[in-house]
C-alpha cells in the first residue's frame, strides 16, 4: 500500500521560504505514469492546487503561485519537495501531497498524505 | 476563483439519493474527479474518470457527466457520507489541475 508523509516546519515566519518534503513509500517515485502534487487547505476553506512534478523533473504549477513556487524530486530518497517564498499569513494552511494519476480523459489524486499544517506567524 | 463551480451544501434524508454537481467549461473535454473529506482528515478518492470507484469504495457512489456538468450521485445516502465533496479535473488547457470550491454534505 502506497503511503505518503509530508514533513517541514510547522511554523514559518513571514517573508521566509516555507520548505516541505514529502516521503513516498510502498511504491517508486520513477513511475512512468504518475505525477507527484502539492495540493493546500487554509483553516474552514477548499483545496487548492499548488504544482505537480514528473520525477524527471517536469513541472506544473498554478498561474497565481507560480513565482513564489519550485518543487523538486529526489529519486535515491523516494521522495519530493516543495518550497514557497516569501510567505504571509494567506499561505496559512494544511499541506498535502498526493500522487496524481494522469489519463487522456482527466487526472485523479489517488493517494493523499495525512497533511501538515503550517502556520505563517511571526 | 475556481474554474469549477460547486454548490455550497447540500442536503438529503437518511438512505436517499442525492447529487452534487461541478460545472466548468474543462468538463466538456475532460472526465471530473471526486473526492470525501470529513472533518480532520485528507481527502479520499471516490471517483476518477469514467465513473470508476477505487477499492473499498462503496457502490452507492457512481458519476456521471452531461456537457459542462459533472456529477456525484450516491444512492441511499448513509450517515457517514456526511462529508465535504470536491471535484477537479484538468483545466482547459489540459495542463494544471483545478478544483471545485466543494460541497457539503449534511445526512438528515
Known amino acids: 500500500q502506497l503511503q505518503l508523509q509530508e514533513s517541514g516546519p510547522g511554523l514559518v515566519k513571514p517573508s521566509e521560504t516555507l520548505s516541505l518534503t514529502c516521503s513516498v513509500s510502498?511504491?517508486?517515485?520513477?513511475?512512468?505514469?504518475?505525477?507527484w502534487g502539492w495540493i493546500r487547505q487554509p483553516p474552514g476553506k477548499g483545496l487548492e492546487w499548488i504544482g505537480s512534478?514528473?520525477?524527471?523533473?517536469?513541472?506544473y504549477y498554478n498561474v497565481s503561485l507560480k513565482s513564489r513556487v519550485s518543487t523538486s524530486v529526489d529519486t535515491s530518497k523516494n521522495q519530493f519537495s516543495l518550497k514557497m517564498t516569501s510567505v504571509t499569513a494567506a499561505d496559512t494552511a494544511v499541506y498535502y501531497c498526493?500522487?496524481?494519476?494522469?489519463?487522456?480523459?482527466?487526472?485523479?489524486?489517488?493517494?493523499w498524505g495525512q497533511g501538515t499544517l503550517v502556520t505563517v506567524s511571526s | 476563483s475556481s474554474e469549477l463551480t460547486q454548490d455550497p451544501a447540500v442536503s438529503v434524508a437518511l438512505g436517499q439519493t442525492v447529487r452534487i454537481t461541478c460545472q466548468g467549461d474543462?468538463?466538456?473535454?475532460?472526465?471530473a474527479s471526486w473526492y470525501q473529506q470529513k472533518p480532520g482528515q485528507a481527502p479520499v478518492s471516490v471517483i476518477y474518470?469514467?465513473?470508476n470507484r477505487p477499492s473499498g469504495i462503496p457502490d452507492r457512489f457512481s458519476a456521471s457527466s452531461s456537457g459542462n456538468t459533472a456529477s456525484l450521485t450516491i444512492t441511499g445516502a448513509q450517515a457517514e457520507d456526511e462529508a465535504d465533496y470536491y471535484c477537479?479535473?484538468?483545466?482547459?488547457?489540459?495542463?494544471?489541475?483545478?478544483f471545485g470550491g466543494g460541497t457539503k454534505l449534511t445526512v438528515l
Open positions: 498526493a500522487r496524481l494519476l494522469l489519463y487522456s480523459g482527466g487526472l485523479s489524486f489517488d493517494y
Open positions: 510502498g511504491g517508486s517515485i520513477n513511475s512512468s505514469i504518475h505525477y
Open positions: 512534478i514528473y520525477y524527471s523533473g517536469s513541472s
Open positions: 474543462s468538463l466538456r473535454t475532460y472526465y
Open positions: 474518470g469514467d465513473n
Open positions: 477537479n479535473s484538468r483545466d482547459s488547457s489540459g495542463n494544471h489541475v483545478v
